[in-house]
Each structure stands twice: as C-alpha cells, then as structure tokens.
Nanobody, 125 residues
Framework: QVQLVESGGGLVQAGASLRLSCVVSGRTFSSYAIGWFRQAPGAERDFVAATRWSLGITYYADSVKGRFTISRDNAKNTVYLQMISLKPEDTAVYYC??????????????????WGQGTQVTVSS
C-alpha cells in the first residue's frame, strides 16, 4: 500500500524559509513521479513542482521557480520541498502526491493516484 506523509509546515514571516518533507512508503519513490501541490482556502489545487528522478526531470510552477527546490534522501524514502523567500501568497495547504503512469510527471492534480494528508504553510506579511 502506497502512503505519503507530509510534515514541516508552519507559520512564518514573509522572507523566511521552510522545508517540507514527504515520507513515501510502499514503493521505490525514485522510480515514480512525485508532485507537490498546494491549495489555498476557496481555491483550486495548484501545481507547485514535480519530478521523476529516473528520467532526470524536475520542473516548477512559474510562481515558485527560483524559490522552491525539490530534493530527496533515498535512505529515508523522503522527498523534500525547500522553500525560501516565502511570500504571503504562498499560504496554503501543501500536498505531495505520486502517480503510477510513466513519462513526464503531470501538472494536473487529478492525474495523481496517491496523496498525503497535507501540511499547512502560513506566511504572514
């Protein structure tokens, strides 16, 4: 059974940094695509970043490019989303997700098969 568990969210001031973690179990995450998404209250779930290490593909939403970085720790089966220079508009619940299909990881959240429970990130101005 595939499970993803996020952690690392919190309340920070604008300009601060946070690192979110996503522990993956039930699969070898390095062989599957991992995506990060976020959802603000009353808003659609938005794409943040996605990666498939086996293909050497990582890409980001324009709104976070240059500020957010995906990385991994194979020994811990953990994927990280390092976030710097946070802005109030980054406030949302952040989710990690995984998808079974092969190829370039999708930007559309509906195409992902497995989800974590989410972690809240709040950035004050």
């Amino acid at each position: 059974q595939v499970q993803l568990v996020e952690s690392g969210g919190g309340l920070v001031q604008a300009g601060a940094s946070l690192r979110l973690s996503c522990v993956v179990s039930g699969r070898t995450f390095s062989s599957y695509a991992i995506g990060w998404f976020r959802q603000a209250p009353g808003a659609e779930r938005d794409f943040v970043a996605a990666t498939r290490w086996s293909l050497g593909i990582t890409y980001y939403a324009d709104s976070v490019k240059g500020r957010f970085t995906i990385s991994r720790d194979n020994a811990k089966n953990t994927v990280y989303l390092q976030m710097i220079s946070l802005k109030p508009e980054d406030t949302a619940v952040y989710y990690c997700a995984s998808v079974d299909r092969s190829g370039v990881p999708p930007r559309e959240w509906r195409r992902y098969d497995y989800w974590g429970q989410g972690t809240q990130v709040t950035v004050s101005s």
